[in-house]
């Protein structure tokens, strides 16, 4: 009886070692798995930011990566869950390829007088329009241009604040913001926002 339990013990334990096991050797066993007899492979596949690449592995492996830490592209619109080292912006819904939502950041801007304000900055995940709050005023931005991780918008404010000025955006590795406001000969306002 000792040896049957002694076997069933060995048996459970193989199985929670290949279980959590690393998602590399996983990977692999995926590989084969998705291959038919005819070695057509499954369609049902998602990317996962892995060790800094991007890989596209079968669904039945998301949860041993996700136990590693690795970031997952579910709805297939080139967004990860979190943040990771594939891609610059996180996926704010993750579930609809359509809908990726918004993005807040906050923290100080210095203007050219050296006044400090609070700023509040929500952003689309695509970074094709957002709103900054100025603590005195909303300012409405419209994606002009981009080149690389800097975005330039034109601003529309309410009350309070100079309209027509130009913000610019440069997204960092870490996830901050560089943020500027040129409004010309009515000086700058710029500070570095980290993510909410
Ligand atoms: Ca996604
Ligand atoms: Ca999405």
Redesign the pocket.
């Known amino acids: 009886m000792k040896n049957y339990v002694l076997v069933l013990l060995c048996v459970l334990l193989a199985f929670a070692c290949e279980k959590e096991g690393d998602p590399d050797q996983i990977n692999e066993k995926q590989q084969l798995q998705q291959k038919d007899p005819n070695g057509t492979e499954k369609a049902s596949k998602v990317d996962v930011c892995h060790k800094g690449h991007i890989i596209n592995v079968s669904v039945n492996a998301i949860r041993a990566h996700r136990t590693h830490g690795d970031a997952i592209d579910l709805?297939g619109?080139g967004?990860f869950d979190k943040e990771n080292t594939c891609s610059s912006f996180i996926?704010?819904?993750?579930?609809?390829?359509d809908?990726?939502g918004t993005r807040d950041w906050a923290g100080e801007g210095i203007d050219t007088s050296g006044n400090v304000y609070n700023l509040t900055l929500n952003m689309a995940c695509d970074f094709s329009v957002g709103t900054v709050d100025y603590e005195y005023c909303i300012g409405s931005l419209t994606l002009v241009s981009q080149v690389g991780n800097v975005y330039t918008y034109s601003e529309t404010v309410t009350a309070g604040c100079v309209n027509n000025c130009t913000v610019t955006l440069e997204v960092l590795g870490n996830g901050s913001l560089n943020f500027t406001e040129d409004c010309g000969g009515a000086g700058t306002l710029s500070g570095n926002l980290p993510p909410i």
């Open positions: 709805d619109d967004y996926d704010c819904d993750d579930n609809n390829p809908v990726q």
